[in-house]
């Protein structure tokens, strides 16, 4: 059963600081590993897709890379801002067996002006 | 452009009633659309797929009769909730792709709808 676990659980910055965000996953057979953002209360915002032939994609100040053999991805964030303030959730897609998006719990980011 | 909307964005109800949400794609066609639920600190899970013009499929542990699902165009799915109780109380997401991709690909979310069952 794939399971997803971020690292850490919460996390406070002052602005301008870079930082990274930690996602495991159990299973390393999968499609592609996505990083998505969450307000609170809100629905998600998907931020970067990473098929699991590739090894990072980017997007302005973020940067996601996926180490599928070790079952690993790491989200960074250049420059934090107080907008980047939010939940950050990483998933899976499943391949073989139940194929499904799998989601970790989340990291609470909170960027201080 | 691929934009999901729900409604209601939040509902209150007594136990024992039936609450319908909606999950619209409005500026796609989408073939596949998925059913998560949300507990408080909790991961998304995901309850049901599903497909349009045909049943939905139910993930383990996730009851079809008391989860309704109905995917009756392009467009729009709908889930009810029956018969509901408190600890159905939790933030009910949408997703869709569009029909010209494959279900693997980028998945657009609807911005939830918050159920609480008094």
């Known amino acids: 059963k794939q399971e997803v676990t971020q690292i850490p659980a919460a996390l406070s910055v002052p602005e301008g600081e870079n930082l990274v965000l930690n996602c495991s996953f159990t299973d390393s057979a999968i499609y592609n590993l996505q990083w998505f953002r969450q307000d609170p209360g809100k629905g998600l915002t998907s931020l970067l897709l990473?098929?699991?032939?590739?090894r990072e994609q980017t997007s302005g100040r973020l940067n996601a890379s996926l180490d599928k053999s070790s079952g690993r991805s790491t989200l960074y964030i250049a420059a934090s801002q107080p907008g980047d303030s939010a939940t950050y959730l990483c998933a899976v897609w499943n391949q073989g067996g139940s194929e499904k998006l799998v989601f970790g719990k989340g990291t609470k980011l909170t960027v201080n002006p | 452009g691929a934009v999901v909307s729900q409604h209601p964005s939040w509902v209150i109800c007594k136990s024992g009633t039936s609450v319908k949400i909606e999950c619209r794609s409005l500026?796609?066609?989408?073939?596949?659309m998925f059913w998560y639920r949300q507990f408080p600190k909790q991961s998304l899970m995901l309850m049901a797929t599903s497909n349009e013009g045909s049943k939905a499929t139910y993930e383990q542990g996730v009851e079809k009769d008391k989860f309704l699902i109905n995917h009756a165009s392009l467009t729009l799915s709908t889930l009810t909730v029956t018969s509901a109780h408190p600890e159905d109380s939790s933030f009910y997401i949408c997703s869709a792709n569009a029909a010209t991709s494959f279900s693997t690909d980028t998945q657009y979310f609807g911005p939830g709808t918050r159920l609480t069952v008094l």
């Open positions: 990473i098929q699991s032939s590739q």
């Open positions: 500026d796609f066609q989408a073939t596949t």
